[in-house]
């Protein structure tokens, strides 16, 4: 898959240290994938969330962290649309959010 918006996730990591290792073997994993169907993503991701609209919430670092991506299947491009602490996603809609 194409990880779209990298340089957020790379702010996230500056700002939050400890979740560096976490984001960085996600977005390996991401890189690596060739999701055709949410369900790819299930078998890859067991906690990850699918939603409306083609979103997927990801767990990171037990959960410490989120991060919500809108995956456009048949091009093979993930768009990362927010990365927070867990506190801080409590305060979005994930079927809507769009930080990036």
């Known amino acids: 898959m194409h ?4 340089p ?3 702010a996230f990591i500056k700002k939050h240290p400890a979740s560096k290792q976490a984001v960085l073997t996600w977005c390996d994993e991401v890189k690596k994938a060739q999701w ?7 078998r890859q991701f067991a906690t990850a969330s ?5 979103r997927v919430v990801f767990n990171l ?3 410490d962290y989120r991060v919500v991506v809108a995956v456009a299947y ?9 990365i ?12 809507t959010v769009d930080q990036y």
Request: glycine content about 6%; charged content about 25%; hydrophobic content about 40%.
């Open 61 to 63: 670092k037990g959960n």
């Open 74 to 82: 048949n091009m093979g491009f993930v768009y990362v649309k927010f």
């Open 84 to 95: 927070g602490t867990h506190a801080e996603y409590d305060t979005i809609d994930a079927d």
């Open 8 to 10: 957020p996730l790379l």
């Open 36 to 42: 055709q169907h949410p369900a790819d993503i299930k």
């Open 3 to 6: 990880l779209v918006s990298v």
């Open 50 to 54: 699918i939603l409306k609209s083609r």
